[in-house]
């Protein structure tokens, strides 16, 4: 069984939903064109989703088909995001990794200033920040594209761009080239690869 690559996405129910989303599935789909074998959605778990509560969303890349796409969460994830950085507070967000993972998370603060959070960070091979809210301006709010539905306002236009292009600077799960090709907001994309910071802890 060929290896699969679990990545698991912190976010708020509502307002920062669509972000959550839309890093999910900008991955998916940036793998998708590279040939890969690909899934994205909801914690079905964290459902019903209710303003401000923290939930998650997944994504998986394979070389080969993927056995245990009926599997509704991320027992074993190697990469986290946070989409919200106050997450990070009181919550275990590295639930299920093991040692060599790396956290992404949306944040001004340094990496330093973010791992006094994380009880658990030793299993952490390296931690990412990049200020995704600063960089792209706003998040976007809806639910058009929520259940398989036609996404009427673009994948990656808000906050999710720059998340992306940390998660390619860091992670070498997609290319760069290929989330430019999804997602709406490649300025912030771009940006977001540039300026992530990034602390290696192994």
């Known amino acids: 069984m060929a290896h699969v690559h679990e990545i698991t996405i912190w976010t708020r129910g509502v307002v920062k939903d669509k972000e959550g989303r839309d890093v999910a ?3 998916a789909r940036a793998a998708d064109k590279e040939g890969k074998f690909t899934q994205a959605f909801d914690n079905y778990v964290d459902l019903p989703d209710r303003v401000n509560v923290p939930l998650r969303k997944y994504a998986r890349i394979s070389d080969a088909d993927i056995e245990m796409k009926y599997d509704y969460e991320n027992e074993k994830p190697e990469v986290v995001v946070v989409v919200d950085a106050t997450i990070v507070k009181g919550i275990d967000i590295l639930r299920g990794v093991e040692k060599g993972g790396i956290l992404v ?8 200033d973010i791992l006094k959070f994380i009880p658990n960070k030793n299993l ?7 200020d995704a809210d600063g960089i792209a301006g706003s998040s976007t709010v809806d639910f058009s594209g929520t259940e398989g539905g036609v996404d009427t306002v673009g994948l990656g236009a808000g906050i999710a761009a720059p998340l992306l292009g940390a998660l390619a600077k860091t992670t070498g799960l997609v290319k760069l080239e290929s989330l430019a090709g999804v ?3 490649r300025d912030a994309l771009f940006k977001g690869h540039e300026t992530a910071v ?3 802890l192994a």
């Open 25 to 27: 599935n900008g991955l």
């Open 105 to 112: 998370v949306n944040t001004k603060r340094s990496p330093d």
């Open 124 to 130: 952490l091979k390296s931690i990412v920040c990049v």
């Open 183 to 185: 997602v709406k907001n």
């Open 198 to 200: 990034v602390k290696s």
